[in-house]
Structures are given as C-alpha cells and as structure tokens.
C-alpha cells in the first residue's frame, strides 16, 4: 500500500523550531525524489525542499536557505524537515511528496505523484 504521513506541525512564536517528519512505505521512499511542499490559503503550492533518497542530493527554495534542513532515516523510511528561525511568513500546511524520476523538476509539484495529507505550520509574531 501507499502511504506517506506527516507529522510534528503546530504553532510557535517567530524565531522557533518544529520539526516535521514523513513516514513513507517502502515504495515510495527508497529511491526517489522526496520534497517537502507548502501552501498557504490564496497562495500556490511552492517547493520548500527536495531530497533524492537514494543519491542524496538536496535542493532548497531560496527562501528558507539556512534556516531549514531536510534529512532521512533509511532505517524508518522516514523524512525530515527541521525548520529553525521559522518566520510568520513560513505559515503554511506543509505537505511530504515522492516521485520516482521529478521529471518535471525537482521543486514543482506537478513532478510528484504521491502525497501526504499534510500537516499546519504557524508561526505567529
């Protein structure tokens, strides 16, 4: 079966951390293109950060360059966004996203096809 499930959003205060997590079933995690999408009300979804599981390569939006890291965990099939110095502006619901070849690139959403119901994000100030 599918699956990709997001967890750890919530609401902080500017200049906090969360760190979310994407659980994956084997199929859509070993390798892959795994990205982390957010979108806020009114707004198109944009690509926040881009892992491929298997090369290890790692692309991510200009606009939290620095301040987030994505990760994985082989062993759990798992992926992470550890965001730091989160911004008002970074609220969002944030969704996990796989595809085997992103061939439409790796930080737009048409590339993915299977996707996590997602989790909010708020940052207040």
């Known amino acids: 079966q599918v699956q990709l499930v997001e967890s750890g959003g919530g609401s902080v205060q500017h200049g906090g951390s969360l760190r979310l997590s994407c659980a994956a079933s084997?199929?859509?995690?070993?390798?892959?293109?795994m990205a982390w999408f957010r979108q806020a009300p009114g707004k198109e979804r944009e690509g926040v950060a881009v892992?491929?599981?298997?090369?290890?390569?790692?692309y991510y939006n200009d606009s939290v360059k620095g301040r987030f890291t994505i990760s994985q965990d082989n062993a759990k099939n798992t992926l992470y966004l550890q965001m730091n110095s989160l911004k008002p502006e970074d609220t969002a619901m944030y969704y996990c996203?796989?595809?085997?070849?992103?061939?439409?690139?790796?930080?737009?959403?048409?590339?993915?096809?299977?996707w996590g119901q997602g989790t909010q994000v708020t940052v207040s100030s």
């Open positions: 996203a796989s595809d085997r070849t992103a061939i439409r690139g790796v930080l737009r959403a048409e590339s993915y096809h299977y």
């Open positions: 084997k199929d859509t995690y070993a390798y892959a293109w």
């Open positions: 892992r491929h599981t298997g090369y290890g390569g790692t």
